[in-house]
């Protein structure tokens, strides 16, 4: 069984640019989460998904973050303009959906470097 | 607001000993707790998930208490192994109203050293 792919692994950018990031989860897996991990931090959750509906975006920096899952499959999270302080790695993570007890698979991130 | 506390400070321990990590929480009652590992540059790996009414959970050897009178979790690993060097991350699970999710601890690195 494939794992949860992220693109890309690594990116740089300056300041006030913009950058994209791309998750395709676990086959079947209805529940998707993008995570921001600041080194030496615990992960963070910036929106969890249910299908392609919004369950929880409540951290989610809406004046710069953006989310979606259009197809309820793969999603993307957009950073526009990009600050110093989003330097950290994006997880993103699936579940089979968002009952209790599911465990999370993540991908291996994307580390974003914010110069 | 929900808080979790975990060892603050890295835990080295010699190979074939116990390693015992602490997740404290407070301000919430958790239904269940999870506890994952985090290898430098991997995303988080799921070991074990213990409920509010299981004291106690095995798998190989790892162990997993959860004390909800002391809003505690220990994690122990028998037989530590060098391989055993991680990061991990203890996760209880919030659930008020709209409100459901996994909150996370900072992680308590481990190093077992040969």
């Known amino acids: 069984e494939a794992g949860v792919a992220q693109s890309p692994r690594y990116k740089i950018i300056e300041k006030r640019q913009s950058v994209a990031f791309w998750c395709n989860p676990i086959?079947?897996?209805?529940?998707l989460y993008w995570y921001q991990q600041i080194l030496g931090q615990g992960p963070k959750l910036l929106i969890q998904?249910?299908?392609?509906?919004?369950?929880?975006d409540s951290q989610l920096p809406k004046d710069r973050f953006s989310a979606e899952r259009l197809k309820g499959v793969d999603s993307t999270l957009k950073i526009q303009p990009a600050k110093l302080e989003d330097s950290a790695v994006y997880l993103c993570?699936?579940?089979?959906?968002?009952?209790?007890?599911?465990?999370?698979?993540f991908g291996p991130g994307t580390r974003l470097t914010v110069l | 607001s929900q808080k979790i506390e975990q060892n603050s400070e890295a835990l080295n321990i010699q190979e074939g000993k116990t390693a015992t990590l602490t997740c404290n929480y407070t301000?919430?009652?958790?239904?269940?707790l999870q506890w994952y590992r985090q290898d430098p540059g991997r995303g988080p790996v799921f070991l074990l998930l213990?409920?509010?009414n299981e004291k106690e959970k095995r798998k190989e050897r790892l162990k997993v208490t959860f004390d909800t009178t002391l809003k505690q979790s220990l994690f122990h690993i028998t037989a530590s192994q060098p391989a055993d060097s991680a990061t991990y991350l203890c996760?209880?699970?919030?659930?008020?109203?709209?409100?459901?999710?996994?909150?996370w601890g900072l992680g308590t690195s481990l190093a077992v050293n040969p």
């Open positions: 301000n919430y009652s958790p239904a269940y």
């Open positions: 998904f249910q299908n392609n509906g919004v369950v929880d």
């Open positions: 213990i409920r509010e």
């Open positions: 993570a699936s579940s089979l959906d968002s009952g209790t007890y599911n465990e999370q698979f």
């Open positions: 086959s079947g897996h209805a529940t």
């Open positions: 996760a209880p699970y919030l659930n008020a109203g709209n409100n459901r999710k996994l909150i």
